[in-house]
């Protein structure tokens, strides 16, 4: 999901705050840290969110972990330190970290084709209209997409409605593109070689579906399921022992229910909608979305990240090389994309961070 629209949805926060210089961590009073429980706080007060998980580290140590309002509003269910939640894009990062591993065991580099690895996408052509019969008016890509900018979101993928909008963002959601209940990462996946891309490669940066496309890499490329490897490669080395594409049914009752805002100071539950927001978590789902798939609480992704801030390591298990998390870390943007503009003008972009 496009950052701007991830806030306006996240209604119910895990908020995961890294302050990582000694100087900051002086600054750090508890008056501070009282501040940020107490403006999430009003704001539950307000009607804004449902609650709050809040956790905020400095170099490996925890200054602050609470839970606020609630993760079932209905029934009147307090959040908890351990609530899980749908983490939507906060699954991007976790994907490259699982293909940016591959990549330190020397099975891709950074400027090969996509199709090098995926050839079930080699050939692809570049949108220019449809007609009214549904046909495609295409032209020749100037380059084929690259690894790199695969997850950079500039290879000239978009993303399925309602992120993008038009021919080829519906015609993503036809084949199954992000349908959890519909087809595996193996078997919708090839779909996209007979839609055309977006634009053309490097041109642009467009928030896409460029990591579930990765998801499908990490499969190919390492000859497992993509969740086993997410699960055996990453969760189990860091003991993130709440985090999957779908919820244990022993901790169903710590999964929270989703809210967004009214205009009078209500809220109106919306993981009961129609479509996406209305898969329940508690099984396992068809399609292992690298883009937007996992569920997780703020205690596991803070081993992940303060595995990153470590440069790949976290008690003794190193994750990746110093080499891929600098990659990772890196604008990556080509030199025809000056930022990623939108409502973040000046924002570069490195490999699915």
Known sequence: MRP???????????AVALFSSAQILADVERARLDAVAADLQARIDEGKLSGAVVMVAQEGEVLMHEALGYQNVEDQVPMSTDTIFRIFSMTKPVTGTALMMLWDEGKFQLDDPVEMHLPELAGMQVFVEQNED????????????TVRELMSHTGGLAYTPPLSQGPVAEAYAKAGIMNLTGATLAESMPALRDIPLFYQPGSQWVYSISVDVQGFMVERLSGMRFGEFLETRIFQPLGMVDTGFSVKPENAARLSRQYAPNNDGTLRRTDNRPGLA??????????????????????????????HLNDGELNGVRILSEAAVAQMRANQLPKAVANIGQLYPGNVFGLDF
């Open 4 to 14: 701007n629209l991830l806030s306006k949805i996240l209604f119910v926060v895990t």
């Open 278 to 307: 209305n898969f329940d978590f508690l099984s396992p789902p068809k399609f292992e979305s690298g883009g937007g798939g996992l569920t997780s609480t703020a205690t596991d992704y803070m081993k992940f990240v303060q595995m």
């Open 134 to 145: 549904g046909s495609w008016v295409t032209e020749p890509a100037e380059h084929p997409m």
